[in-house]
């Protein structure tokens, strides 16, 4: 298989780099640089799209017109809405919200539903989750996704995108998941929390980064023997 791995920041894709051996390839384009392995006989693209759900999307589509990728994975750090989250938790995206997305005042819609949808929420791959699930042999929670183009910080900001039944926050899986359903790709998103819903951790991004609570990279080759054997 073809798989693609996306991440937004440098610091994200480090602790991957160290689980992915040496690469068979490099190549440049549209301003992205992808690394190329190849592991058990399956492809594997590597590429880290820049902050925000344009850059994400469009590295996606890039993943798919350039190397005819079957499935693309995501990677990456997100802020905590619910207090049950600590963290280090890992957390798979099921649904998520464009918050940001507002075409009310023609239509009469709900902010975040798209033409087309009957829903606010676009949904990632359900078949993709459960392999996960099963080869991992543990329940990691699948949770509800804020996306856009915004950091967030301030209580009242995740106050606000709670009313959207939001459980995480952070500023691609918008961008992935519309480029996915526009291709028909498959898009699993593995998230770790950062921060603490109430504000209080006293660990910023750099920490979690420097003291190995990614781990996502410890899951990864579970992951990918999921995915590759769907």
């Known amino acids: 298989m073809k798989i693609g791995i996306i991440t937004a920041m440098a610091d994200e894709t480090t602790p991957l780099y160290q689980k992915m051996g040496k690469e068979t390839g490099k190549i440049k384009v549209a301003g992205v640089t992808i690394f190329k392995y ?10 880290r799209s820049g902050v925000g759900e344009i850059r994400a999307a469009m590295t996606f589509q890039l993943l798919v017109d350039k190397f005819d990728v079957d499935a693309v994975l995501n990677f990456g750090l997100v802020g905590s809405l619910d207090n049950r989250f600590d ?6 995206a099921e649904k998520i919200v464009h918050y940001q ?22 949904t990632t791959d359900k078949f993709l ?15 509800v996704v804020a996306s856009g183009d915004k950091f967030i910080a301030s209580k009242e900001d995740k106050a606000y995108l709670r009313t959207f039944g939001a459980e995480i ?15 028909n790709v498959p898009l699993l998103s593995i998230k770790v929390i950062s921060d603490k ?13 420097n003291r190995g609570l990614t781990r996502y ?14």
């Open 129 to 143: 989750i459960e392999k996960v699930q099963e080869e991992l042999g543990e329940v990691l929670p699948q949770v």
């Open 87 to 92: 963290v280090g938790d890992i957390v798979l």
């Open 197 to 209: 819903a109430d504000e209080s951790a006293d660990v910023s991004i750099n920490e979690v980064i």
């Open 38 to 47: 190849e592991i058990d006989g399956n492809e594997i693209f590597l590429v």
């Open 169 to 183: 926050c952070e500023m691609e899986c918008a961008g992935l998941i519309i480029a996915s359903q526009r291709n």
């Open 101 to 122: 997305f507002d075409t009310s005042i023609l239509d009469g819609v709900s902010v975040g539903q798209y033409d087309g949808n009957d829903s606010i929420y676009f």
């Open 217 to 230: 990279e410890q899951i990864f080759p579970s992951v990918l023997k999921a995915v590759c054997n769907k």
